[in-house]
């Protein structure tokens, strides 16, 4: 069954911190070609029937992103679709 994620960022002009320091520990790991690092979040909605990308978009609105500070994203993946960054 497809699957709603919704990936929740800080808006560019918000300082992000943790990215900062990820970003500034990266030379000690020997990795010295990034230029910044942001963080953020993923979260996957699962409907007990079709996916409803509107009811996401709500969601992601009013209770996953505070608006002011955070831009979200809505979209729907397969359910074999995953992230696999040992590729």
Known sequence: MPR???????????LDPQGQAVAN????LG????????IGRRIEIEFTGEPDLDRAR??????LANPVIEDFTVRLVEADETVDARQ
């Not at 990795?31 to 942001?38: E, G, I, L």
């Open 58 to 63: 709500e969601i992601a609105d009013k209770l």
């Open 25 to 28: 520990a990266l030379p000690r």
């Open 31 to 38: 990795v010295s070609d990034v230029a910044s690092v942001r």
């Open 4 to 14: 709603v994620v919704v990936d929740v960022m800080l808006k560019p002009e918000i």
